[in-house]
């Protein structure tokens, strides 16, 4: 299918993850120009940039100021960002009930979800606001639309971005043409740092249980999500929309 992507300048957010790689490759097979964003990974960012003739860049996200270095510079090489893929965030490893979450811990979850998201989004929208078009696709979690046990903090950030940030935003940009804010919500991942932590036949089940696909998803289901709903090709009529890469998911076992 003819998705449109071919020439299109692309920023991937958190690039050298997981999620991120396999989005970067996505792209870079539909011909789009990819920009490979990072804050720590560098030798990752800079094999994955070489693999598909993309550019890494480094930036704190959690820096209003460096989010908008970023994008002034994509600009200066490129010209121009077609595309912002809000990818980049942590997910703390320790499983804690709230009141076992200290302030640091909340604090530093949410700075490193929704406040690179929102940082990532302002900076983007200066410039999408001014050429009157551009397509944002935030990558929230079944956690923010379920919840999530032990991770409360993590919950309530993608929570935050794919609700009141997301139907704020497509509001805002509303007058300026044809600019769309879109996220995609993935559930269980099958990602190496996950397969490094150990996934068992329990987990899995566990996992499962509420999904109508007995399975388990890949980093490339969720890129195949997010270059449809990127392309103006295919999902040019959709905004404000959260697609749930889950398996069907219904809820959690608790």
């Not at 299109?8 to 490979?36: D, M, N, P, Q, R």
């Not at 329990?202 to 890129?223: C, F, G, H, Q």
Request: include cysteine.
């Amino acid at each position: 299918m003819e998705t449109g992507l071919n020439g299109k300048i692309v920023l991937v957010t958190g690039g050298a993850g997981g999620i991120g790689e396999a989005i970067c490759k996505a792209f870079a097979t539909e011909g789009s120009k990819v920009i490979v964003h990072y804050h720590s990974s560098l030798e990752n960012a800079t094999k994955i940039a070489d693999e598909i003739q993309g550019f890494p860049i480094k930036a704190d996200l959690t820096e209003s100021s460096e989010s908008d270095s970023m994008i002034d510079k994509i600009i200066e090489k490129y010209g121009q960002i077609d595309i912002c893929i809000a990818n980049a965030g942590f997910y703390p490893s320790e499983s804690l009930p709230l009141w076992e979450i200290d302030i640091e811990r909340w604090k530093n979850t949410i700075s490193s979800n929704l406040d690179i998201s929102v940082n990532t989004a302002r900076s983007f929208l200066k410039h999408a606001s001014r050429n009157n078009s551009g397509s944002i696709v935030f990558i929230g979690s079944t956690a923010g639309i379920y919840g999530e046990s032990g991770h409360s903090d993590y919950a309530a950030a993608k929570g935050a971005i794919t609700s009141g940030l997301l139907l704020s935003l497509k509001n805002e940009v509303s007058n300026f043409g044809n600019i769309r804010v879109n996220a995609v919500s993935p559930g269980w991942t099958v990602t190496p740092k996950k397969i490094e932590h150990g996934i068992d036949e329990e987990l899995i089940n566990r996992a499962t249980a509420t999904m109508s696909l007995k399975k388990l998803a890949t980093p490339k289901d969720v890129a195949n999500a997010v270059i449809s709903i990127s392309s103006d090709y295919i999902s040019g009529h959709i905004t404000g929309q959260v697609i749930e890469v889950a398996g069907g998911m219904e809820g959690r076992i608790v």
